[in-house]
């Protein structure tokens, strides 16, 4: 990455500048401004999400908003109400609140002095969701956004529920990350002597969202609010939208290509879930470039041709040995002017049988009955670093407890650009049902990757708001669509469908083993007919201003690993996570954190699966330290999720807060 250190602009920054809402709430921001916008008013950009300003994100915020104020914009980095600095509570992730918070900002920062009326809105994440959600919403200041790793359906598309199956990431996020990162207090030296009683207030009414997701096992009315695909039309401001294939929100830019009316453009490179100037793998790119030009545009009304750009620009990933850190990810950019683009065009391949891939379609008389233990090669479902092993591994171990449809030496290369649907006809033999299919490539030596993959809840057949018990022996169809990929398969290769009816850590297992019975299938594959040889798109080089200023006091340290016991057969994944101890050289806060998970299960038993999370938050300056721990566990018997947390509180060596959960929710065909 190349680091600017001189800009047209000088700046000037304010590190707590409130914004009070309608009902008198003060919210804390991080202004970077021009020098001289208060005579000379320029745009702004909001970025708005409940992860700290002053510690959680400073890293990212110091070389990309600072790169955008010396560019010529305000920038407000707020504290999410019941966040950070912010006063406030919060109660959940994208409620009614947080959004009419985001429209009071907007329409606060339009009528500052140093702005001249145009605003926009950025974020990753949680800050992709609540921009493109704001934006439903129209205020009438916000011209643009640029969204980065978000989702267009809150249900179908995140962290929940995928196909209707559960996620261990709705516990992993919900009970053990947002648990811990909501109970750490405001820093004293912006708050001042309020600094405890907000955090005791904020740890009294901390709910645990893991269980709050749980009791919503169905689309309803609660996943419907914020999911931008119920309204498309809403949306009038111009979208810029990012994503990346080792990421989990990869589908988001085609969707939002192919169904906006309001400008929009997408790019999907090779990332994890980062901003592109930053993520793994490799190739980085000029990510606030593009930002900028974006701004620039449809901001300040410079005529600099981004609106012209191609609609769909996605990296055409070239084959590479499975590996579970990856750094540097071949390929070339593919640029469609319009999206869906006339160059993908379907080829069908049957399977059939005995486990192949390709030739005349008919009759299949195939079954999978996959120990539980099937799933241990997918990675981390939010990979954040190309330098650890967070990425899908060598499948073979997964492809021996499935059942695998292989289709032949491939003689000529095969790109695939879109989303792979598996048509299958198939029964099963109980009331509850999990079906995993991923794609993969196969290398001559037998090594497995996976290109793409999908999920069903099988009583989620008929759709996702009024899921049926399924019927022993009877036979139903199903048309699974898989994640959208772009990927280059390389002549020698073989290409590999495999299906399993269990994918743990992934997914929580249904409450019996089942055995699929598949008798009919056929695989849509979206093949790009480009020839594409070399880029047709480039992009500058990452820039970024002057990286953050700190002191390490104790270095990360990543353990991850999967072990048998011996004794009784159960498998376990173990994670610590230490994120290191650090100490602002500006402000002097030291900040850190430590994430411990174990998540264990039997091959032949589903109602032995459970998670447990403990996390460990520390804040201090001088005389003054806080800590905060969190622990969650969650295991299931036939009819029932049972979910336990804690929190403790310390002030030095002190405990001054305790407060336990105890949940118990009815499972629901799930």
Not at 167 to 196: C, H, I, K, T
Not at 324 to 335: C, T
Request: glycine residues 8%; proline residues 7%; hydrophobic residues 40%.
């Amino acid at each position: 990455m190349h680091i600017v250190t001189q800009f047209p602009h000088k700046i000037v920054e304010d590190p707590d500048m409130g914004i009070e809402m309608p009902d008198g709430c003060r919210l804390s921001a991080r202004v970077w401004r021009p020098e001289g916008a208060d005579s000379a008013p320029v745009p702004a950009i909001l970025e708005y999400i409940p992860y700290r300003k002053r510690d959680g994100t400073i890293s990212r915020d110091e070389m990309m908003h600072t790169y955008f104020a010396g560019r010529g914009y305000a920038v407000v980095r707020l504290d999410m109400r019941g966040s950070g600095d912010s006063q406030g509570l919060m109660f959940d992730e994208y409620a009614q609140q947080e959004l009419d918070d985001g429209y009071a900002a907007i329409d606060w920062i339009s009528r500052q002095p140093w702005c001249d009326g145009n605003v926009g809105m950025m974020g990753k994440s949680w800050g992709g969701f609540n921009c493109l959600q704001v934006a439903m919403m129209d205020p009438p200041a916000l011209k643009a956004i640029l969204t980065v790793c978000s989702t267009v359906d809150r249900y179908a598309d995140d962290i929940h529920y995928k196909g209707g199956a559960l996620l261990n990431e709705n516990f992993a996020w919900g009970g053990g990350q947002m648990l811990s990162y909501s109970s750490r207090p405001p820093d004293p030296v912006l708050v001042g002597d309020d600094w405890r009683a907000m955090w005791l207030e904020r740890l009294e009414t901390e709910p645990f969202l893991a269980a709050v997701w749980l009791r919503h096992p169905h689309r309803d009315a609660y996943w419907k609010h914020g999911s931008v695909c119920e309204d498309y039309s809403a949306i009038k401001a111009a979208v810029l939208s990012f994503g990346g294939w080792a990421d989990n929100y990869m589908n988001t830019v085609s969707h939002l290509v192919s169904n906006l009316e309001a400008p929009v453009k997408g790019i999907v490179g090779p990332w994890v879930h980062q901003y592109p100037h930053q993520a793994d793998p490799a190739p980085q790119i000029g990510f606030l470039q593009e930002a900028v030009r974006w701004w620039d545009h449809w901001l300040k009304g410079d005529a600099n041709g981004v609106d012209q750009d191609p609609a769909y620009r996605a990296w055409l990933q070239d084959s590479v040995r499975p590996a579970r850190a990856i750094k540097v990810r071949p390929g070339r950019w593919l640029a469609e002017p319009v999206w869906p683009t006339p160059r993908v065009a379907q080829r069908q391949l049957n399977l059939t049988g005995p486990n192949v891939l390709g030739g005349q379609g008919g009759a299949l008389d195939v079954s999978v009955n996959s120990p539980l233990d099937c799933g241990f090669g997918a990675g981390r479902y939010f990979p954040m670093s190309g330098d650890v092993p967070e990425m899908p591994g060598d499948q073979r171990d997964d492809d021996a407890r499935s059942a695998c449809f292989d289709g032949p030496v491939l003689d000529a290369d095969l790109d695939i650009v879109g989303a792979p649907v598996l048509r299958l006809r198939l029964k099963v033999d109980k009331p509850m049902a999990q079906m995993a299919v991923r794609l993969c490539e196969v290398h001559p030596d037998g090594a497995s990757g996976r290109i793409s993959h999908g999920v069903l809840n099988l009583c989620h057949r008929n759709g996702h708001e009024a899921p049926e018990a399924l019927v022993k022996g009877e036979e139903f169809e199903v048309a699974l669509a898989l994640d959208q990929i772009a990927y280059r398969v390389k002549a020698g290769m073989r290409l590999r469908v495999a299906i399993s009816s269990a994918y743990w850590p992934f997914l929580w297992p249904s409450p019996e083993r089942a055995t699929l019975s598949l008798t009919q299938g056929v695989l849509d594959l979206p093949e790009h007919t480009g020839a594409v040889d070399a880029d047709e798109w480039q992009f500058e080089e990452a820039e970024g201003a002057e990286p953050w200023a700190h002191r390490v006091l104790r270095p990360a340290l990543y353990d991850k690993r999967i072990a048998t016991d011996l004794n009784t057969g159960e498998m376990s994944l173990t994670l610590h996570d230490d994120h290191g101890l650090n100490e602002d050289a500006q402000h002097g806060l030291q900040s850190g954190g430590v994430a411990r998970e174990i998540w264990r299960i039997h091959p032949d038993d589903p109602l032995c699966a459970s998670g447990e999370i403990h996390w460990s938050q520390e804040l201090s300056r001088g005389d003054w330290s806080v800590r905060t721990e969190t622990f969650a566990k969650m295991w299931a018997d036939a009819d029932t999720f049972y979910l336990s947390a804690r929190i403790e509180a310390y002030e030095g060596e002190d405990l001054i807060f305790e407060k336990d959960f105890d949940e118990r929710i009815a499972r629901q065909l799930v």
